[in-house]
């Protein structure tokens, strides 16, 4: 069966001829018509429209962010903030980059709205550090914006005011994560937040309560208020809803960002029909769904799956529908829906002693199993592709990762573990031939880590 169509939502604009980040085309488009609505409505109503829509985050955990919001607490008296996570520094993801280089009045448009529905005076877009020009075009979007009265004090003669920041990041992945994101917005080194008791929606940035969302979420907020959130649920599938936007890189004809309804696409023809497959005379060997720390899946791999009535169903790895569900019923995740593809010329050791070495570098210290176990891995699989390794290594690896996970501040001690344990699960025989991996190098590979 051949790739659906494209749903071009976030994606409407984005790539027309002529289409231009600055205001006077977002408005010759309908941009801001949709705030214009949203502050004429109670900010209650807006946030059980996203409620309805079932939207779940696109930063990488997939939790709705309809139920985010309901969490945050209103009852404190202190301010509340809204943070705009445009981090994006987990390798694979590119897509919010995308947005924010091609059409940044649509997120600034759905970062209004947001606030608006929860009462959010101050918002800030925390942008990685390395994105200038990303940085340097919000700037101006928002100056824009300030200048028709989208943004600021007193915003289309409604009484509400709002104003919002560009805060460059400190170039750390760990910046990404959104409770070192707040330390960092604070000023203080990017180190995680114990949870609990420090949920940002109820001790967040200088301890008040505070809503952190990804770009693309966020302008899905946008286009949830223009169609409401029933309408919206019924894009993509029951649990699933919405368009998501895949950022595609590695070994395939056509790696890009494409905009896809939830779960309506298979990892197959999203490869392969849409991708154009593996480059001439290769084959495609494996694929990481979800932004780096997402488990490894090999082609031709099966699954045997749960029913609802109980019964089981088998799915080729082509076949999983993209869907936060159907991936981690696979073992892996949807994540952040940057998918890194691999052909038959990468040699796991090598791709994994990468990937190590990421994260053994971005680790922020404060776990030991996180900031150890990362680093030991990293150590082992460089003496693998080196030659050094000795024989127990390949064993000695499976047991630092599995001794992460469960056991660090945040999210990072799995995501550095799960690289680690779904290579060696699924391709175990090449860590076992590690002795092979520098012998077998082409002439033309890049030097070693
Ligand atoms: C190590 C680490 C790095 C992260 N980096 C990012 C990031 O760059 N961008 C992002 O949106 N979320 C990132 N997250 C997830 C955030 O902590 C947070 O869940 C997300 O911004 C919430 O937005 P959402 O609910 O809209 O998905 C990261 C998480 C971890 C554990
Ligand atoms: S898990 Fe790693 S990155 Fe996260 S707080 Fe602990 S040491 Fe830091």
Request: overall charge neutral.
């Amino acid at each position: 069966m051949s790739a659906p169509q494209q749903r071009r939502i976030i994606f409407q604009h984005i790539d027309e001829p002529g289409y231009t980040p600055d205001i006077d085309c977002y408005l010759r488009h309908g941009g801001y018509e949709i705030l214009r609505r949203a502050v004429t409505r109670p900010p209650g109503e807006l946030r059980d429209e996203v409620k309805q829509s079932g939207l779940r985050g696109r930063g990488g955990a997939g939790f709705p962010a309809g139920v985010k919001w309901s969490l945050v607490d209103r009852k404190s008296g202190k301010p509340i903030y809204l943070i705009v996570n445009a981090d994006e520094s987990e390798p694979g993801t590119f897509k919010d980059r995308y947005i924010i280089h091609q059409d940044p009045h649509q997120l600034i448009e759905g970062t209004m709205i947001s606030c608006f529905a929860n009462d959010v005076k101050q918002a800030y877009i925390y942008i990685r550090g390395e994105m200038p020009h990303g940085a340097r075009l919000l700037e101006r979007a928002i100056a824009e914006a300030r200048a028709k009265n989208f943004v600021g004090p007193n915003i289309l003669g409604t009484g509400y005011s709002c104003e919002i920041y560009v805060h460059r990041g400190a170039g750390a992945y760990i910046c990404g994560e959104e409770t070192g994101l707040i330390e960092s917005l604070e000023g203080k080194r990017a180190n995680p937040r114990i949870k609990p008791p420090y949920f940002p929606a109820v001790l967040g940035l200088y301890q008040c309560p505070t809503i952190v969302n990804n770009v693309e979420t966020l302008c899905h907020v946008r286009h949830i208020i223009d169609m409401g959130g029933v309408e919206y649920a019924k894009i993509g599938t029951p649990n699933n809803t919405g368009t998501r936007i895949f950022g595609v890189s590695g070994h395939v004809q056509r790696p890009g960002t494409y905009e896809y309804e939830c779960g309506k696409i298979t990892l197959g023809q999203l490869l392969y029909d849409v991708c154009g497959g593996p480059l001439p005379g290769r084959k495609l060997k494996a694929v990481i769904p979800g932004g780096s720390s997402a488990k490894v899946l090999r082609f031709g791999e099966k699954f045997t799956l749960k029913n609802k009535d109980g019964s089981t169903r088998e799915l080729a790895m082509e076949d999983i529908p993209l869907d936060f569900d159907t991936l981690a019923a696979c073992g892996t995740m949807g994540g952040s829906g940057g998918l890194i593809v691999m052909d038959d010329s990468v040699n796991m050791v090598e791709a994994l002693a990468n990937i190590n070495a990421f994260y053994s570098h971005e680790s922020c210290g404060q776990c030991t199993p996180c900031r150890e176990g990362s680093l030991w891995m990293k150590k082992i699989t460089s003496r693998m592709v080196h030659g050094n390794a000795r024989r127990e290594d390949a064993a000695l690896l499976k047991g630092v990762a599995d001794q992460i996970p469960g056991r660090t501040i945040c999210a990072m001690g799995e995501g550095c573990s799960w690289p680690t344990q779904s290579f060696l699960a699924k391709f175990g025989e090449e860590f076992e031939a590690y002795h092979e991996t520098k012998k077998n190098r082409p002439a033309d590979a890049l030097p070693l880590i």
